[in-house]
Structure formats: C-alpha cells, structure tokens
C-alpha cells in the first residue's frame, strides 16, 4: 500500500488557523473520498496552549459552517514532525520563518505558506484573527476553505504531487 502524504498545518498557537485547516482539510478529503491518500494534523509553533482546544470563536465559526472542531487539541510544533510529515503548510511568513528555523539539519519535510502552496497567490497569507471579531473569523473561514478545497482538487486530479 502506498504511503499517504502526510501534511502537517502550522500557526502561532495551534487554536485558531491551523485547526481551522485541520478540520476543513480532513473534512474536504473525506467529502472527495480522498482520506486515505492524505495523513493531516496541526500545531503551533509557541506552546502557550498545548492540550487546549481551538479557540471558541474558532470553534463556533467553524460551527455555522457545518464543521465540528471540538475535539481538537492544540499541540507544539516538535523535531519528530519533520521526520514525519512531507510538507509543513504555514499560515503566514513569521511561522514559515519560524519553522524553516527550527528544522533539523537532516530534517526531509519541506514547508511552504498554505495559501501559495494551494495556488491562491505568491506570498499569501491567511492573518491572524485572535484579536478581531467575527468578521476577522468569518474572513479566515473563507481564505482556509478556499485554500483546502484547491489542494484537495489537486489530489483529486492527481496533479499534485508530494514534491510540488
């Protein structure tokens, strides 16, 4: 049996965007019957909030869109993961710039922003939106949604490539 990509989604403290991508990732690919061929998980690169679930304005936008994130618990980015996942999606450059940091010099994973790696523009970002109200959500709900349902198309349509 062939091995699943494995993705691993990274933001600051793992209770806001990458959960958020987690659970519309995992959704997406069950949706496209596409489960077995992607292995997805998140985490911070801070550990403020490790064993906490994501943030409750998280989990109540996420709600309103039919997605149940409440049984996710934020965990700290650690060296294993870079033995263990094949790409590191960031949500913004500081935490690409964090992550590319801390990777071990024989580390094989490789990370790269989520938005470009989806193919939603060079350089682009999904900001944080802890310290906004709901719209600050609402708007990170669609760049995430976008971002997740791309990547799934391209493991849909097989141009995805693990090295891509």
Not at 5 to 11: A, E, M, T, Y
Not at 35 to 46: F, M, N, P, Y
Not at 60 to 85: K, M, V, W
Request: hydrophobic share 45%; net charge neutral.
């Amino acid at each position: 049996m062939k091995v699943p990509h494995r993705i691993l989604l990274v933001c600051l403290g793992n209770i806001c965007r990458s959960p958020l991508a987690e659970g519309l990732l995992r959704h997406h690919l069950a949706a496209a019957r596409l489960g077995h061929r992607v292995e997805v998980d998140s985490a911070g690169t801070g550990g403020w909030h490790a064993g906490e679930p994501p943030d409750r304005r998280t989990i109540a936008n996420a709600r309103t869109h039919g997605i149940d994130l409440s049984a996710l618990r934020a965990r700290q980015l650690r060296p294993a993961d870079y033995h263990e996942f094949h790409w590191l999606l960031c949500a913004d450059r500081a935490n690409l710039v964090e992550v590319r940091a801390r990777a071990p010099v024989d580390a094989p994973a490789r990370s790269a922003l989520l938005l470009e790696w989806a193919g939603l523009g060079q350089g682009a970002e999904v900001p944080d939106p802890y310290t906004g109200g709901p719209e600050a959500f609402e708007h990170v709900w669609g760049l995430v949604d976008r971002a997740t349902r791309a990547i799934v198309q391209g493991f849909a349509d097989r141009t995805r490539a693990i090295d891509a």
